[in-house]
């Protein structure tokens, strides 16, 4: 399924799906808790989902940069950056794992 792209639409239609809620529920659920995960974010606080995995903000410092055209070295300006870590969990599932270890063949 590489390639594949899935939407707030398509996470809101399988809300309304699995959940019974009407389409409209579903939607604002979920923008909901997206804006409540973002909403964490700004603040810098680190988002946990237990079997899922975690978003951390992280603060990188002023460094110097090269212009890979013109190899002008530049400033590049400090900045807060969000990376996600996967759990134990969502690594062996992507892997087609069993939490164990064993592959599903």
Known sequence: MAGNTVTRADLCEAVYQKVGLSRTESSELVEMVLHEISSCLERGETVKLSSFGSFV?????????????????????????????????????????????????
């Not at 013109?70 to 969990?89: A, L, Q």
């Open 57 to 105: 903000v992280r603060s990188k410092g002023e460094r110097i940069g090269r212009n890979p055209k013109t190899g002008k070295e530049v400033p590049i300006s400090p900045r807060r950056v969000m990376v996600f870590k996967p759990s134990n969990i969502l690594k062996a599932q992507i892997n087609g794992e069993n939490v164990d270890g064993v592959t599903d063949d």
